[in-house]
């Protein structure tokens, strides 16, 4: 979440009037976050979460988005519900960006490093995701997989050098890597994913996640890069080194939900390279595109990078030691 697009509750308040969800009483800006633009709206009834999509988001993908929020919604997984208007449309127009009201999720974002506990049911939720999207029927292509990787990494290269001078041979050098050995699609079991599982998108209210966020880069990849990408961001320090016990802790909570396969196991170390690369790459090119004027805090894209180190470095023992995730606590 960010802010970009500014709103005035005048603005605000016309454009929840379809939706029925009570007297409006005030519009916040929520500056955490990178992607859109989000407000809290509180009416007399309760909290709501009006979102503008900005351009890195489709508008023609907003249909699935919504789709399949409702979907894990229904499924009783803790997302929060899309509003619709009285002539049943979700999706409005704001500010000249496409818009939608949803319900507001109680709770806050874990600190890391997270507890094992946390971890825990961290990894849980995604399997209990993975599970619910298999009867989920509508598709949508990943385009921040392998080929848009490469297509993001050609904008950023000439530029990456003013961040850290071996950053491009850095890149180039694990995308060639990732380029020969990323796995066939058919080799792996595919679902629809989040694809953006940080904490930041997830609320706990003490050990209870109460709350999943932001699905709007969720699309059909492998399931255990999702978990790939849930680790890379959940299973590091401060200092970015691995945390093992935050590791084990999480990929104990996926397989009580949902047994790794053999292939997803050996998979793993290299779905991580890939997600490290994935937020490398995005992080960079949004350090090198920054707006001004945005209410955003713009992250560091080195993090991924020292991540992306770290992962390289472990040994097949250190990934057989993270498998064997029983006593993880």
């Not at 955490?32 to 009006?50: C, H, P, Q, S, W």
């Not at 949803?102 to 974002?109: A, I, N, V």
């Not at 904008?155 to 850095?170: E, K, N, R, V």
């Amino acid at each position: 979440m960010a802010v970009y697009t500014p709103v005035n509750e005048d603005q605000a308040a016309r454009f929840i009037q379809a939706y029925g969800l009570g007297q409006f009483q005030k519009l916040t800006p929520i500056e955490a976050g990178i992607e859109n633009t989000n407000y809290f709206i509180d009416t007399i009834k309760r909290r709501f979460v009006l979102t503008l999509f900005e351009a890195r988001v489709r508008e023609q993908d907003l249909p699935f988005f919504i789709a399949f929020m409702d979907h894990l919604h229904k499924a009783d997984l803790p997302v929060a519900q899309v509003m619709r208007r009285e002539d049943g449309g979700a999706i409005g127009r704001l500010a000249d960006r496409p818009a939608i009201v949803t319900s507001f999720l109680e709770g806050t974002s874990p600190d890391l490093p997270a507890t094992p506990d946390i971890c825990h049911t961290m990894g849980n939720m995604v399997a209990r995701m993975h599970s619910a999207a298999e009867s989920f029927p509508q598709h949508r292509h990943n385009a921040l997989a392998l080929e848009g990787w490469q297509r993001l990494a050609a904008t950023i290269l000439p530029g990456a050098g003013a961040i850290d001078p071996a950053l491009p041979h850095h890149i180039q050098s694990e995308l060639d890597h990732l380029t020969h050995h990323w796995p066939a699609p058919s080799t792996l079991p595919r679902t629809i994913i989040h694809a953006d599982l940080f904490p930041d998108n997830i609320f706990f209210i003490g050990k209870t996640l109460t709350g999943v966020i932001d699905f709007y880069f969720a699309c059909e990849d492998f399931a255990a890069y999702d978990l790939a990408i849930t680790l890379t961001a959940w299973g590091f320090d401060k200092d970015d080194q691995l945390d093992r016990q935050a590791c084990r802790a999480l990929l104990a909570g996926y397989q009580a939900q949902r047994p790794l396969s053999p292939s997803e196991r050996q998979a793993l170390p290299l779905l991580m390279r890939g997600a490290a690369m994935r937020f490398l790459l995005t992080r960079t090119y949004d350090w090198l595109h920054q707006q001004q004027d945005a209410l955003v805090v713009v992250k560091d894209p080195l993090a991924y990078h020292r991540r992306l180190m770290a992962i390289k470095q472990l040994s097949p023992a250190d990934w057989h030691g993270l498998m064997e995730t029983e006593g993880y606590d």
